[in-house]
């Protein structure tokens, strides 16, 4: 089936350690997106790519990296440097245009 | 960005319908209007989106002011499944512009039994 793939669903890691969240999508979209979402809050876009090596920062990007080696993969790394990365990660893609875009289930990833 | 402005909350009865406000005054020429909803511990799926005419689908519809600075989201008829945040986006089909896709906290739907 098409549709866009988020691991893992929970993530535990050590203070000060870096840690990559994987994206994957299998719908040939252009662009893929990173979001960042903690609790009773909306989502906050951190990093955003529409073609393969290329990608722009969003509103939160500090403390994040990402890489678009592939059209189908986009893995975000929380890095030591985010002061408190805590939160729920949301991927998505979506083709050109005004198509609508398409979102993984999350990942939880905790900090401990 | 041109932004846009929902109420923080609404609650709903089970079978009637739920009217979503969303305020975007600052709306360019070539500004879609995006609806996402979005169901706890979930991602957001999409709803539907709309330039200038009303639209329809299966989920809502969609009724957009003549000036285009105001849309509403309509749930005919809800349900519990219908309880989730409504997140109303402005995506920007100008030429040269990037994909950028930028939220708001949105509206928080509550229906009751």
């Known amino acids: 089936d098409g549709g866009i793939t988020q691991s893992p669903k929970y993530l535990f890691r050590k203070e000060g350690q870096n840690v990559t969240l994987s994206c994957e999508q299998n719908?040939?979209?252009?662009?893929m997106y990173w979001y960042r979402q903690d609790p009773g809050q909306g989502l906050r876009l951190i990093y955003y790519?529409?073609?393969?090596?290329?990608?722009q920062k969003g509103d939160i990007a500090e403390g994040y990296s990402v890489s678009r080696e592939k059209k189908e993969s986009f893995p975000l790394t929380v890095t030591s440097a985010q002061k408190n990365p805590t939160a729920f990660y949301l991927c998505a893609s979506s083709l050109q245009g005004q198509t609508e875009a398409f979102f993984g289930q999350g990942t939880r990833l905790t900090v401990v | 960005d041109a932004k846009t402005t929902q109420p923080n909350s609404m609650e709903s009865n089970e079978e009637e319908p739920v009217h979503l406000p969303c305020n975007h005054s600052?709306?360019?020429?070539?500004?879609?209007i995006h609806w996402y909803r979005q169901l706890p511990s979930q991602g957001p799926e999409y709803v539907i989106h709309g330039l200038t005419s009303n639209v329809n689908n299966r989920m809502a519809s969609l009724a957009i002011a003549e000036d285009r600075k105001s849309s509403t989201l309509i749930l005919h008829r809800a349900t519990l499944r219908d309880a989730a945040v409504y997140y109303c986006i402005l995506r920007d089909a100008g030429r040269g512009n990037d994909y950028k896709l930028s939220f708001g906290a949105g509206t928080t739907v509550t229906v009751r039994a």
């Open positions: 600052t709306i360019s020429g070539t500004d879609y």
């Open positions: 719908l040939n979209h252009d662009a």
């Open positions: 790519s529409q073609i393969v090596n290329d990608f």
